[in-house]
């Protein structure tokens, strides 16, 4: 505990004696000042003691006394000491009437003790309570240190119990990892709002959240300029000395716990490529050899393998990829569930078990993002662009190699589409027909019916229509013709005209094939 102004009074070498304010001197005083100003306040801090001889003051004038209490406890002054003996052979009555009407604390300092012997209790009192601080603050990181090798969950239990309050840790998508006491889970999910707008900061970062029943002060986790995590700490009041040791301590050893180093990164890295190759080569036995139990039993069960690309070049492409693998890593870790993750420049590659929470957390993340701290809500077709995503159908390792192919072709429907997410299966359950939209098919359809379209403009017969019609009967001239409200031989002129024009002949399947999707492609062009 810091000095108080009581236990100045109670001090057996001060002999002060208290005059007015006694229900405020439990008050904290962070140091003793003398001044004999009219006007000290501009030279306060707040928290003082000030102690005067009133030298130069009118000390038995009213309004100048109530002027001058008024004043000190604007500035926050937290007690007024007078050396009787001095000026004045007692406190006059204007002062001490102006310290009752204000509430300051108001000592009497007998003429025998000096202002430097209060200053020097002040100091050493100051400095035992940040010496007990400190030895406190060095105890809590040695507890905190043996709690830390049983896991975040013990550690935070410990740190919880040092503040008096609650602690919650979040991993790096923003989840709760563990939590203390029980109660706390709850109110540590409330805050993912703040949460989340603290690891969109550059780390180090810190906040404080107000506003409730207690004070919460979060503080990111890492070493990077990328939070990799973040520790809330709710309390009743305002952290003390030694207790902000102990946040710290927690800092550095949760950032110690969540941050890998450098070297063992690129070693898993290397790793899970290695496996990849080996997936990709149809090489199941190999890969298990070499993963060893480091992916569970992940390479012997049905999995997913997603492919996820971001737009620009490596530095524009690593933050959404991690962002994503951010979530899909958390969503794992708390189901207890390998997760696989080899990344490849603006592409990342991802295995994951089938019907698990990181396949669900891979659908959640890219239909809803939060931008500037704003609350989640779906992405914009211009937002889209920052990360687009294929998933293949389920496979086991055997088929590794068809998984990765069918991951590629969703990921490239989902880039022509503008859509972030696509699932192989979609592709295999619906129609061919939308795939017609790219722009590249749509030239190739103006470029193989412009010479149609062109006769067509002459007025001299609607090739086009009736190329439609004919294709849509499937060759049947009755009906085509009666479509078109036209006879069967001007119907047979026109087909005849179509293929001297295109120098190709409708009897090859191949032709009318290519003919018929270009007519589809076009109309879905036009909007028809």
Known sequence: ?????????????????????????????????????????????????????????????????????????????????????????????????????????????????????????????????????????????????????????????????????????????????????????????????????????????????????????LQSLGAGRRARGALAVGTAAPLGTAERYAVHSAIALLTLTTERTRALQAAEARLGAAVLRMLLAGEPDHARAVAGDLYGGLLDAPFRLLIAEAAGDAADAAEPLQALVDALESAAARAGEAILVVPDGVRVVILAADGGEAVAACAVHTATAVRGGDQARPLEPAEQDDLVVGLSAPAGPIAAATAFKQAEQALSVARRRGRTLVEHEELATGSVLPLLADDAVRAFADGMLRALHEHDATGRGDLVASLRAWLSRHGQWDAAAAQLGVHRHTLRYRMRRVEEILGRSLDDPDVRMELWLALKATSMGAGE
């Open 1 to 217: 505990m810091p000095p108080t102004l009581a236990s100045l009074v109670h001090h057996s070498a001060l002999k002060l004696v208290v005059r007015a304010g006694e229900d405020r001197l439990e008050t904290p005083v962070r140091w003793a000042h003398v001044s004999e100003l009219a006007d000290p306040v501009p030279y306060m801090e707040g928290g003082e003691l000030l102690l005067i001889t009133a030298m130069k003051l009118d000390a038995e004038d009213p309004e100048a006394m109530r002027r001058y209490v008024r004043r000190l406890v604007g500035a926050g002054v937290v007690g007024l000491g007078f050396a009787v003996g001095v000026s004045y052979e007692d406190i006059p009555q204007a002062l001490l009437k102006a310290a009752e009407e204000e509430h300051l604390p108001l000592l009497e300092v007998p003429r025998r003790t000096p202002f430097l012997a209060i200053s020097k209790a002040v100091s050493a009192a100051i400095a035992a309570d940040q010496y007990r601080a400190v030895t406190a603050g060095f105890e809590a990181q040695r507890e905190l240190t043996r709690a830390a090798l049983a896991g975040p969950a013990e550690l935070v239990a410990r740190l919880a119990a040092h503040v008096d309050g609650w602690a919650a840790v979040y991993d790096a998508a923003g989840a709760v990892v563990a939590a203390a006491p029980d109660w706390a889970g709850r109110r540590a999910t409330r805050l993912a709002d703040d949460v989340e707008r603290l690891r969109l900061r550059p780390a180090p970062a810190s906040a404080v959240v107000g506003g409730t029943d207690d004070r919460v002060e």
